[in-house]
């Protein structure tokens, strides 16, 4: 992509931050949308496995977002250097995952859409993984009384994500969507 992620340390003190920085001019329109959505589900989220965000500004040449930081790298770096994930170590991964991604769906209404090694962080205290980057997150509204308008009004058509890693659903959207 396009954005760059910089340690970064807060002025007198020992707090270390991951720092998005994400060039304007690089950035389509649609990509800014994406920018803004995820500075806003990063406002609401409060999990201990999905990245937290301190602080969003923007200047004439750049959007940033501050981020904790966990200093662990990513799970595709991780697997870079120690090769497959041990059984304990692969249930750990997923279950951190997993509960993250349910707190995104079944309280935020949430979804995620770019789940890959590269997005799942691991916390250099402790192992625990954390996800970050909900720039291709989507918040939907959940019907209140479910008909068949309204459960299609709770999805998107959207292909969006990294290939590789996409769910086959979002190959066979066509008319149904995705939830």
């Keep these: 992509g396009t954005s760059q992620v910089l340690l970064v340390q807060r002025k007198g003190t020992a707090g270390f931050y991951a720092m998005k920085v994400m060039p304007k001019a690089a950035l389509e329109k649609s990509q800014v949308q994406y920018i803004v959505s995820e500075n806003q589900l990063l406002q609401q989220m409060t999990h201990p496995f999905l990245v937290r965000l301190h602080a969003a500004f923007q200047d004439q040449s750049n959007f940033y977002l501050v981020l904790q930081h966990h200093g662990g790298g990513d799970l595709a770096q991780y697997m870079m250097e120690h090769g497959e994930l041990e059984e ?13 991604l349910r707190y995104l769906h079944e309280v935020h209404s949430v979804l995620y859409r ?8 691991i ?3 402790d192992g625990l993984p954390v996800l970050a980057d909900l720039g291709a997150a989507k918040h939907l509204v959940r019907p209140v009384a479910p008909d068949a308008d309204a459960v299609a009004a709770a999805s998107t058509h959207t292909h969006i994500g990294t290939p590789l890693y996409m769910a086959p659903e979002l190959w066979q959207v066509g008319k149904r969507g995705y939830g």
């Design 88 to 100: 304990p170590t692969a249930r750990v991964v997923l279950g951190g995952c997993v509960l993250a």
């Design 114 to 121: 770019d789940l890959k090694p590269e997005n799942i962080l």
């Design 123 to 125: 916390n250099h205290r």
